[in-house]
């Protein structure tokens, strides 16, 4: 089994429903070129007589678009950079923290991971998009949902300032989680 013995690149991508591994092997001199999502083998080419190019999959359970650039970089060097939603991975990453908060807690031993997206509101526990219940409160809005029987709020307040926008908090079993930073 000569598997991963090209393998040029690795990426650790953070969605709502996850940290995806990507894996990108490339055989320069059988042209070969195979993309593994999580272990699982998404592309294989073989035998490519053109040695650069982009191939294009998807990531995780909303099949995010992604793309695996090749290109030479002199003699016979290759630079792969990876594209999520169209945007660089440094570009996504940056939009990400801007457009979503992550909170990271343990409840009985078991670990969670909890990502809000600011602009549909969404949540997500562990890759699994959960059932919410918004309401209003008097100094700003709360989406109310359960894991692993923990009453969870999540608690939109504006912060008063303009840049800054509006702080989201996560509150499980009436603590305050920090949150994480991915």
């Not at 320069?28 to 993309?35: A, D, M, N, P, Y």
């Not at 939603?85 to 940056?94: A, F, M, P, R």
């Not at 923290?97 to 807690?105: E, Q």
């Not at 969870?152 to 926008?165: F, L, N, T």
Request: charged share 30%; with cysteine; glycine share 8%.
């Amino acid at each position: 089994l000569e598997k991963m013995t090209d393998l040029v690149a690795v990426w650790e991508v953070a969605l709502s429903d996850g940290v995806h591994k990507i894996e990108f092997e490339h055989g320069t001199t059988s042209g070969k070129r195979v993309v593994y999502v999580d272990g699982k083998e998404e592309i294989r080419r073989e035998w490519m007589f053109k040695l650069v190019g982009k191939e294009t999959f998807t990531v995780g359970a909303t099949k995010t678009k992604a793309a695996i650039n090749i290109d030479a970089v002199g003699g016979f060097a290759y630079e792969y950079t990876l594209e999520i939603n169209g945007k660089n991975l440094k570009q996504y990453i940056e939009n990400r923290l801007k457009t979503t908060n992550t909170w990271i807690l343990s409840l009985g031993g078991t670990d969670y991971r909890i990502v809000l997206e600011k602009d549909t509101m969404d949540v997500w526990c562990n890759g699994q998009k959960m059932e919410t219940a918004g309401e209003f409160v008097e100094d700003g809005t709360e989406t109310h949902f359960t894991v692993a029987d923990h009453s969870c709020c999540i608690k939109a307040v504006s912060s008063g300032k303009r840049k800054e926008g509006i702080i989201h908090t996560l509150i499980v079993d009436n603590r305050e989680i920090p949150e994480a930073v991915e």
